[in-house]
């Protein structure tokens, strides 16, 4: 596509439920990130892939994260339990050559409550 | 580690005046420098970048200039738009890293 596509904009869900955010990156970019932006802060990392494999998955805060991405373009992030603190906007990122900088995504803006 | 301090806001300027938010950055090796600018109800975009010592990068009226003496990427601009009201973010990716990070974001508001 032409761009970033995130799905859903915005979720809301209760403690302890299951969610996934979906990430389209931009057609041929084969750099994609995870980013986690909370209010009044900056983006903060989470995973990177190149292709399929997470090439880097050291900021995913704890196990109840994870993030797939089985071919190498969607990717989907999946946080379990969720807890109140996970509120925030996780924004994906894309790129064709790595340092180019990266095309953001709009983000999934989470509330859990 | 790496990291990037910026100028804390929010900044409130008239159209027309002049624009400086400073950013500083920690890191190892020869980083790449950023400005991204979020504009309301919008993601990031990419405002310019710089990648080595002394490079200027420039868009839109906006420049930064790779000071490695100071460890500084500042923005500037010479007549601010009430179009330019955002949220500015200095970032920084090391030559040996694969991440980006982050300042905490500078909010601009630019009144008539």
């Known amino acids: 596509g032409a761009g970033v596509s995130q799905t859903p904009s915005n979720k809301v869900t209760e403690k302890g439920k299951y969610v996934e955010l979906r990430c389209d990156p931009i057609s041929g970019h084969t750099a994609l990130y995870w980013y986690r932006q909370s209010l009044g802060q900056g983006p903060e990392f989470l995973i990177y892939f190149q292709g399929t494999g997470a090439a880097d998955d050291s900021g995913l805060p704890n196990d109840r994260f994870f993030a797939v991405r089985p071919e190498g373009s969607v990717s989907t992030l999946k946080i379990q339990r969720t807890e109140r603190g996970d509120s925030a906007v996780y924004l994906c990122a894309s790129s064709l050559n790595f340092g180019d900088g990266y095309t953001f995504g709009s983000g999934t803006r989470l509330t859990v409550v | 580690g790496d990291s990037v301090t910026q100028m804390e806001g929010p900044v409130t300027l008239s159209e027309e005046a002049f624009l400086t938010i400073n950013c500083t950055y920690t890191?190892?090796?020869?980083?790449?420098l950023f400005w991204y600018v979020q504009y309301p109800g919008e993601g990031l975009q990419l405002l310019l970048k710089?990648?080595?010592?002394?490079d200027k990068g420039s868009n839109k009226g906006f420049e930064a200039t790779y000071r490695k003496e100071t460890t500084s990427f500042h923005l500037e601009k010479g007549s601010v738009q009430v179009s330019d009201s955002a949220v500015y973010f200095c970032?920084?990716?090391?030559?040996?890293?694969?991440?980006?990070?982050f300042g905490t974001g500078t909010s601009l508001t630019v009144i008539p």
């Open positions: 970032a920084l990716v090391s030559n040996t890293g694969n991440q980006f990070y």
């Open positions: 890191a190892t090796g020869y980083p790449s």
């Open positions: 710089a990648t080595k010592a002394d």
